[in-house]
């Protein structure tokens, strides 16, 4: 696909995106941006990164989630076997630290799986196979 065609539809759509010299920069979030660079008027590379992150700065959006799930997990197991350590009877009063210990270590899934989605259907509509 050529580079103006790309350009069209994804005005059309309204996506928001920088072209620059022989590249497309898609802005999928705030800080989540996709990349296709051009040569000969046709897609060659397809980079999908982070643009700022505590862990996950520069990566792609699959590294940056295993990243975040597994420190995420990691706090969580520790903060728990601290409490269970210093006050072994907080089990039953914990409720709602384990539902928010639950959701810390949901969160980088679901967001993948949000950011994953809006990949597919910006590949799809761009009809990109790589």
Excluded at 31 to 47: C, G, P, Q, T
Excluded at 58 to 72: E, H, N, P, V, Y
């Amino acid at each position: 696909m050529r580079k103006e065609n790309v350009i069209s539809i994804l005005k059309k759509e309204r996506y928001l995106f920088e072209a620059k010299e022989d590249n497309i920069v898609i802005q999928l979030a705030k800080r989540y941006f996709l990349k296709l660079d051009f040569e000969n008027d046709s897609i060659v590379k397809i980079e999908d990164r982070i643009k700022f992150g505590l862990l996950s700065k520069g990566r792609s959006l699959k590294a940056s989630t295993k990243i975040s799930m597994a420190s995420i997990s990691i706090f969580c197991v520790l903060s728990i076997a601290t409490l269970y350590i210093f006050t072994p009877d907080f089990l039953p009063e914990a409720w709602p630290l384990i539902i928010i210990f639950t959701y810390l270590m949901l969160h980088p899934l679901l967001e993948y799986l949000y950011y994953s989605r809006r990949l597919l259907k910006i590949k799809k509509m761009l009809n990109i196979n790589l």
